[in-house]
């Protein structure tokens, strides 16, 4: 039986990412280089910073290294083990990152934010990613940032098939209500090339889809 606010469909959501992560996945140790580059520049200094499907955490262990308390949010204990672990193997304070297993679709985290990030929020299960983003949305502080970074298209290896459909930088927008009348500057909205390998060591690259706004004092 499921708990009220627990449906069936999170569940089966909690299940997949609990499996994905199951002591199975290569920790690269490194940052998303489009976070380093979007987001260097800003003076942390003790500033909040909400990463939203944190994964095994090494964007979260860059951001508290630059300063900022960050809180980290992911459906599967299993990936927040894993973010715990090498937070402290990187020497991370504990009190820097709160690690918090929340299925964001039925409970987003109270608050509000300077920053708060998205970086590859998609699913092949249950995933309400409009709505998270619209109230990621909402709980970014005046001056603050919404980073929201996605795949475009998937290196050509991955898939036999069809590619999946992802969303476009126009989606982002509309999904985030980020439009003339609203209070938003827009940093930057675009593709970006990622260089990476593919899994015999030849150099490819994937295409990502950034959206990275400021909300207006
Ligand atoms: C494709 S992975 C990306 C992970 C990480 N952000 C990265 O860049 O490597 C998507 C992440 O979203 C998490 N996730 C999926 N559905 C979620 C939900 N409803 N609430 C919170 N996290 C979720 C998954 O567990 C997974 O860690």
């Given at each position: 039986m499921h708990s009220h606010g627990d449906p069936a469909s999170s569940i089966d959501a909690?299940?997949?990412?609990?499996?994905?992560y199951d002591g199975k996945r290569p920790w690269s140790g490194k940052p998303n280089a489009i976070l380093v580059e979007e987001?260097?520049?800003i003076d942390a200094d003790g500033k909040g910073a909400l990463d939203l499907g944190c994964g095994s955490g090494a964007d979260a262990i860059?951001?508290?290294q630059q300063g900022w308390r960050v809180t980290a949010v992911d459906i599967a204990d299993a990936a927040l083990a894993s973010g715990r672990a090498h937070a402290a193997d990187a020497g991370v304070a504990d009190d820097a990152i709160t690690w918090r297993r929340s299925d964001l679709g039925a409970e987003f985290p109270n608050g509000t934010w300077d920053l708060i990030s998205a970086f590859y929020l998609h699913s092949t299960v249950t995933l309400e990613r409009a709505a998270i983003l619209r109230k990621a949305a909402a709980a970014v502080k005046p001056g603050g940032t919404l980073l929201v970074v996605g795949h475009w298209a998937m290196p050509s290896w991955r898939f036999?098939?069809?590619p999946p459909a992802f969303p476009s930088t126009d989606d982002v927008?509309?999904?985030v209500g980020a439009d003339e009348s609203s209070p938003w500057t827009v940093v930057r909205t675009?593709?970006?090339?990622v260089p990476m390998t593919d899994p015999d060591g030849n150099p490819c690259t994937r295409?990502?889809?950034?959206v990275h706004l400021r909300r207006d004092e």
């Open positions: 909690r299940e997949h990412w609990e499996e994905f987001i260097g520049d860059w951001l508290a036999d098939g069809d927008l509309s999904d675009g593709l970006s090339e295409t990502d889809n950034v």
